[in-house]
């Protein structure tokens, strides 16, 4: 059909170019779990492991982080693998009723949630 518009002239002195398409990788989302001075550290080290499957001494390690500085990075995900673990951590801390919370960040540095 290209070639049928080329004979009859409608694309005379026109130059054809291809539209390149240029890929982003997606944005990345840093999991921060806060301390808080009300969560049992065997919850917070649990939910490490069964969340975040973590080994218990990488959990023990993060947890000890969070409460000594105030907060540990757990991981770095896309966006939607990081929403759906803030939200199972949420709704296990609401389940066995803690205070439990974790944000997410955007990796370059600005928070989000």
């Known amino acids: 059909m290209a070639d049928e518009k080329i004979k009859t002239g ?22 921060v779990l806060l301390n808080d ?11 490490l492991v069964k ?14 982080e969070a409460h000594t500085k105030g907060k540990s990075t757990v991981g770095v995900y896309t966006y939607d693998v990081a929403k759906t673990k803030v939200m199972q951590v949420e709704k296990l801390a609401e389940q066995y009723e803690h205070p439990l919370k974790c944000i997410m960040e955007v990796e370059e540095g600005g928070e989000v949630e």
């Not at 054809?16 to 944005?27: A, I």
């Not at 969560?39 to 939910?47: I, K, Y």
């Not at 969340?51 to 000890?64: G, P, Q």
């Open 51 to 64: 969340v975040f499957y973590k080994s218990m001494e990488e959990a023990t390690r993060i947890m000890l």
């Open 37 to 47: 001075d009300y969560t049992p550290r065997e919850f917070v080290v649990w939910v």
């Open 10 to 31: 409608d694309l005379e002195g026109e130059l054809l170019t291809e539209e390149r398409v240029q890929l982003k990788r997606p944005d990345m989302y840093r999991i």
